[in-house]
């Protein structure tokens, strides 16, 4: 599958040469999807040993589904080239589950600010008809970016900073680390008490 993505990836830098291409930060793939593995990966052996009305198998498919769903998300590609900013995603995600949009600079308006609920600050381009598009935020090289929508834009974006700092991440990480050694002994009793229980 990775050679698939840096075949696409180099096919798309080919056809479209000064086109700068942006991925979400190898550090936050890492711990969403150790953190999503941590969460889920003992359910299917804690089902066997309870005796849950769904079954280990289910619950297995359904973990891998999910798994490719995250993975498919965190795949977002952002693309910049002297035209526009686009917002992309491999072939074999369907658009039904992530869209992605493109939008000319000619056509961006003001680049605004919106508080999150957890009290983040995340910003949107709201282009000439209105519409509000996400600035990706958790892309390797956020700062050369926002130098180029300054530069295509003209808009000031010296006070634009990303979502979030690395080391909240290297803390989750730490975090989703120990529980993957939770998960270890969690898996290891269960199957323990399986065994006992044949």
């Given at each position: 599958?990775?050679?698939?993505?840096?075949?696409?990836?180099?096919?798309?830098?080919?056809?479209?040469?000064?086109c700068?291409?942006?991925?979400?930060?190898p550090?936050?793939?890492?711990?969403?999807i150790?953190?999503?593995?941590?969460?889920?990966?003992?359910l299917?052996?804690?089902?066997?040993?309870?005796?849950?009305?769904?079954?280990?198998?289910?619950?297995?498919?359904?973990?891998?589904?999910?798994?490719?769903?995250?993975?498919?998300?965190?795949?977002?590609?952002?693309m910049?080239?002297?035209?526009?900013?686009?917002?992309?995603?491999?072939?074999?995600?369907?658009?039904?589950?992530?869209?992605?949009?493109?939008?000319?600079?000619?056509?961006?308006?003001?680049?605004?600010?919106?508080?999150?609920?957890?009290?983040?600050?995340?910003?949107?381009?709201?282009?000439?008809?209105?519409?509000?598009?996400?600035?990706?935020m958790?892309?390797v090289?956020?700062?050369?970016?926002?130098?180029?929508?300054?530069?295509?834009?003209?808009?000031?974006?010296?006070?634009?900073?990303?979502?979030a700092?690395?080391?909240?991440?290297?803390?989750?990480?730490?975090?989703?680390?120990?529980?993957?050694?939770?998960?270890?002994?969690t898996?290891?009793?269960?199957?323990?008490?399986?065994?006992?229980?044949?």
């Amino acid at each position: 599958m990775s050679t698939n993505l840096n075949l696409e990836s180099q096919s798309e830098q080919q056809a479209q040469p000064n086109c700068s291409v942006f991925r979400i930060s190898p550090l936050i793939r890492i711990t969403l999807i150790a953190l999503y593995l941590a969460l889920t990966i003992p359910l299917p052996f804690l089902a066997q040993a309870s005796s849950a009305p769904v079954s280990p198998g289910l619950l297995g498919l359904g973990i891998g589904l999910g798994f490719v769903a995250l993975y498919g998300a965190l795949s977002e590609r952002v693309m910049v080239d002297e035209e526009k900013i686009q917002v992309t995603y491999p072939h074999w995600v369907p658009r039904f589950f992530r869209k992605g949009w493109t939008l000319p600079w000619a056509q961006i308006k003001d680049l605004k600010l919106r508080t999150t609920g957890q009290g983040g600050l995340v910003y949107y381009f709201v282009s000439k008809s209105g519409t509000a598009y996400l600035l990706p935020m958790r892309v390797v090289g956020f700062a050369r970016l926002v130098q180029m929508v300054e530069a295509k834009t003209g808009i000031d974006t010296k006070d634009v900073r990303p979502l979030a700092q690395p080391w909240m991440y290297l803390i989750l990480l730490g975090l989703t680390l120990l529980l993957l050694l939770i998960d270890a002994w969690t898996i290891a009793t269960a199957l323990s008490q399986g065994s006992l229980a044949q």
